[in-house]
């Protein structure tokens, strides 16, 4: 009788969890966006919120929490109800590298739900055009020449422009560049114009009309993995700095849930939002808008985590890097 008991137990809540992902969502979804409006998450969580409104007839709201490196917004979105009504977009600097660089006030295996990896946002190393510079070699060369006389801008300590140009520097032999941490890429990219820094690894998609139309910008090499197909001539940073590699130079973004959250539900939001974004339309916008669409299943995005959390803290570790 007990066995029996169970057994009914166990199927009723199967079939209201089951249920309870089919009628999904009954009320309005909040996307938190732990960045500033204009940033690379707060495009991508629009972008969302407005196929979803369309796709789902729910409202999407598109909520905008930043501040220490994303971690304002992971903090309220991990400590939000698991019924599947907030989503947090984060980037992998506040997943992967931010736990070894300080305690932070959430657990990122613990306390959050991953849905699917967005998007990667290839980044690029920029310098002012007074530097005497053509290539990365010719940066390094200057830098040692001239040790302590460089400084290169980043939105915030722990992002990701700060750590791959710490991952630059350690990677070119130590190099003295001095880093000036800034509230946003908006303000780094207008200092960095005016000359009063001189080096940045930035998103190419804030990059690009600096490089483009006036030249106010010169465009040294890719960060990431593959060549940026608007400039197929500049090479990629691992073809003239080996030891920097190719795995990390990639940041990307993806979608997670508080904890808890029914797997029904996790399930019914990865196969929307995979469906949305590889919409021919919605991915040639992406890509015009410097994105490049990189969907996955949730579990797929749970191991790139992972990975990057191994990869970033054996980096930082070993480069002695920290978030000054």
Not at 3 to 11: G, H, K
């Amino acid at each position: 009788m007990k066995n029996l008991r169970f057994f009914v137990c166990l199927m009723v809540i199967a079939f209201s969890m089951t249920a309870h992902g089919q009628s999904y969502p009954t009320k309005p979804i909040t996307i938190i966006a732990p960045a500033p409006p204009g940033s690379s998450v707060d495009v991508l969580a629009r972008v969302l919120s407005q196929n979803l409104a369309q796709s789902w007839g729910q409202p999407v709201i598109v909520e905008n929490r930043p501040g220490d490196n994303a971690n304002v917004g992971a903090v309220i979105a991990a400590k939000s109800p698991g019924d599947g009504y907030t989503w947090v977009l984060l980037p992998d600097s506040t997943v992967a590298r931010s736990p070894h660089l300080g305690k932070l006030p959430f657990d990122v295996f613990k306390d959050f739900t991953p849905v699917t990896l967005l998007a990667t946002v290839p980044f690029a190393l920029v310098i002012h055009p007074s530097l005497p510079v053509k290539g990365v070699t010719e940066l390094i060369a200057y830098a040692k020449a001239n040790p302590g006389k460089l400084s290169y801008g980043s939105s915030g300590n722990g992002s990701a422009a700060h750590m791959l140009t710490e991952l630059f520097k350690y990677s070119a032999g130590g190099i003295d560049l001095l880093h000036v941490p800034y509230k946003g890429s908006s303000q780094t990219i207008i200092d960095l114009v005016a000359g009063r820094i001189q080096v940045f690894i930035g998103a190419t998609r804030q990059l690009t009309p600096f490089i483009k139309d006036d030249h106010r910008l010169r465009l040294l090499a890719s960060a990431g993995a593959r060549r940026l197909p608007a400039f197929p001539m500049v090479p990629i940073i691992a073809e003239q700095l080996p030891a920097f590699g190719t795995r990390l130079g990639d940041p990307w973004i993806g979608l997670y849930m508080p904890a808890n959250v029914p797997k029904e539900i996790v399930l019914k939001v990865n196969a929307e939002v995979v469906r949305l974004l590889n919409a021919p339309d919605t991915k040639s916008n992406l890509a015009s808008n410097g994105f490049d669409v990189a969907t996955s299943s949730p579990e797929g995005l749970a191991s790139i985590t992972r990975e990057d959390y191994a990869s970033w803290g054996r980096v930082i570790r070993e480069a002695g890097l920290k978030a000054d």
